[in-house]
């Protein structure tokens, strides 16, 4: 009543309010669509108190649980596995990998499994309110080290915007979980420089843009002891597919000096392609299976199931209901897809920390969930 009653003191007002659980309790989001100061002082406390014990509210324990078991590809042993949940809660295997989370709302969870040394694996699923969802089996792959080298030894143009680029071949397949980036240029005036890294997806970031004035040289790693100038970060190259060729191109757009590029190197940490069980057979809907990872920054891949072959069209949506962005609108055969999502807009803008929403329309079918971006 409390909040009712302070709505309608505004002259334009309105309170939204988000749950994602059926937990009648409590709820996570309050959004006030209009400026506090329009209400008497009492008022405007009250309203505050009144969400904030709303938010605050204990829940009860639910009725439905996550319970199935983790394997590690290269161990029968699984003890110490974390399995955590989108929601919070979280569990530690034994050597069966056994799991078993209880006291559930009916939600829609991300089931992510972690071990030091091994890729982590994510799998989402909607529970129902009273559901015992059963067999939800996460595999976990060592983390592989690999290091690549080049030494082009080569000339960088003076006042040249093609520049000079050196390419390395990864032959590993699998995905990226980290990398760091060695380099050796010599130049007088490092101010004058542009150093991208593209990918073999074709992502590409600036780790070097006109910065450091007149220093000499660059020669260090990136991030370790150089900084990331950007456009982009190396967090873009997440979760990308490593094999391929990896390019790195420097360019000098000033007047007068001249340089080298020695060598550079390719580091990378790379996990399994396939983070979570799929089924070999034909989905049997059409559906948004989830995105992984989540939370994410700020790079997500959304996994999507078509049931029977036709157009998909998957867009990206705000909390307030606006379109950021349109991801795909395509005709795609049956079976599973995915789609990355950079955490910008149409305009390629990065857009802010916050809670947004994937939404898949394919075969008479709409889906929509949830994805939270932490910058």
Do not use: C
């Amino acid at each position: 009543d409390l909040v009712m009653r302070s709505i309608f003191n505004a002259t334009v007002a309105g309170v939204v309010t988000y749950d994602d659980n059926t937990g009648p309790e409590a709820g996570q989001v309050v959004y006030m669509t209009f400026d506090l100061g329009y209400l008497e002082e009492a008022v405007g406390r009250q309203l505050v108190e009144n969400s904030m014990a709303y938010l605050l509210a204990r829940e009860a324990p639910g009725n439905a649980s996550i319970s199935g078991t983790v394997t590690l590809s290269d161990s029968e042993d699984a003890s110490g596995v974390t399995v955590t949940l989108s929601s919070g809660e979280t569990t530690t295997t034994g050597p069966s990998g056994q799991y078993i989370l209880i006291g559930l709302h009916g939600s829609t969870y991300t089931v992510t499994a972690t071990l030091e040394g091994y890729g982590p694996a994510e799998t989402t699923l909607v529970l129902g309110p009273d559901e015992a969802a059963t067999g939800v089996d996460l595999a976990l792959s060592p983390i592989i080290q690999v290091s690549y080298s080049a030494q082009p030894e080569a000339d960088i143009p003076d006042f040249d915007e093609d520049g000079v680029s050196s390419i390395i071949s990864v032959v590993e397949e699998g995905l990226v979980n980290n990398l760091n980036i060695d380099i050796n240029i010599e130049h007088p005036s490092i101010g004058q420089l542009v150093v991208t890294l593209t990918s073999p997806r074709g992502t590409i970031v600036t780790l070097h843009n006109e910065t450091g004035a007149t220093a000499d040289d660059i020669i260090g790693n990136w991030p370790a002891n150089l900084l990331v100038d950007g456009p982009g970060t190396l967090d873009d190259f997440l979760i990308e597919q490593v094999q391929g060729d990896w390019t790195l191109h420097v360019a000098d757009l000033g007047f007068g000096a001249w340089g080298t590029f020695h060598s550079w190197g390719l580091n990378l940490a790379i996990t399994q392609e396939d983070l979570s069980p799929v089924d070999d057979q034909l989905p049997a809907v059409t559906r948004l299976v989830g995105n992984i990872p989540n939370p994410f920054n700020p790079r997500t891949v959304i996994n999507f199931e078509l049931h029977t072959q036709g157009t998909a069209v998957l867009s990206i949506y705000d909390i307030r209901g606006h379109q950021v962005k349109e991801l795909l609108r395509q005709d795609l055969a049956p079976g599973r897809h995915e789609v990355i999502w950079d955490g910008r807009d149409s305009a390629g803008r990065a857009v802010a920390s916050g809670l947004y929403f994937s939404r898949l329309q394919a075969g008479g079918v709409q889906e929509l969930l949830k994805m939270t971006l932490v910058r």
